[in-house]
């Protein structure tokens, strides 16, 4: 079966502090899908990336930075010189190549940043 | 030139109602899906469906029914409304097994 995890339930950082959100994942599938998503106050769902299990490369973009390490099943994700407009939920997610196309998400780590 | 649209985005009705959610894409996707955000954020799969296959998630109960009229869109029926279906209700689309793009949600507030 199919977990997404996220210990951390929020984390508080003050203004220009870099912060990690961690997400491990468990799967019996060799090919699957790992995302973030966003959901800021106002609600929607903002797709961040989409890493597929056979590309381990860490992904920088703009002051966004993602962590995938097949060996302890975790796709981290750091922001880099946090901003206010940061603030929101932060979700992990796993698909798997097998069966239908569903996301599994974690429970969603709440980042706030401090001016 | 909005991807996925939900209407509403606010549904407040009473216990036993019947209900319905609409959801349309314009990104030529043909897949569709409908999530449940509870009130501790969780969300869930409840649908996923293209023009071949519908899969239902084995938790969902049978008063909820999507139903497709075409392509691009997929709409949701909740029947005989309880106080337990009160959630935040998101459709997505996707192009085939690529990235999911969510729509903005409908939160459903049975009272």
């Known amino acids: 079966a199919q977990k997404v995890t996220q210990a951390q339930t929020e984390i508080s950082v003050v203004e220009k502090e870099d912060v990690t959100l961690d997400c491990v994942y468990e799967?019996?599938?060799?090919?699957?899908?790992l995302f973030w998503y966003k959901q800021p106050p106002s609600g929607e769902l903002v797709f961040l990336i989409r890493?597929?299990?056979?590309?381990?490369q860490n992904e920088i973009s703009g002051r966004y930075s993602w962590n995938f390490q097949k060996s302890t099943s975790s796709f981290n994700f750091t922001i880099t010189a946090s901003q206010v407009v940061d603030s929101a939920v932060y979700f992990c997610?796993?698909?798997?190549?097998?069966?239908?196309?569903?996301?599994?998400f974690g429970t969603g780590t709440r980042l706030t940043v401090i001016p | 030139d909005t991807a996925v649209s939900q209407t509403p985005k606010y549904l407040v009705t009473q216990m036993g109602n019947d209900k319905s959610i609409k959801c349309e894409q314009n990104?030529?996707?043909?897949?569709m899906y409908w999530y449940k955000q509870d009130s501790k954020k969780f969300l869930k799969i409840m649908f996923s469906?293209?023009?071949?296959?519908?899969?239902i998630n084995e938790t969902v109960p049978n008063r909820f029914s999507p139903k497709s009229p075409d392509k691009a869109h997929l709409n949701l029926h909740i029947n005989s409304l309880e106080l337990g279906d009160s959630a935040v209700y998101f459709c997505?689309?996707?192009?085939?097994?690529?990235?999911?793009?969510f729509g903005p949600g409908t939160r459903l507030t049975v009272l």
């Open positions: 997610a796993l698909s798997e190549a097998r069966g239908a196309n569903n996301l599994f």
């Open positions: 799967t019996r599938d060799t090919t699957y899908y």
């Open positions: 469906y293209n023009n071949k296959e519908l899969i």
């Open positions: 990104l030529g996707h043909d897949t």
């Open positions: 997505a689309s996707s192009p085939g097994r690529d990235t999911q793009y």
């Open positions: 890493r597929n299990s056979f590309d381990e």
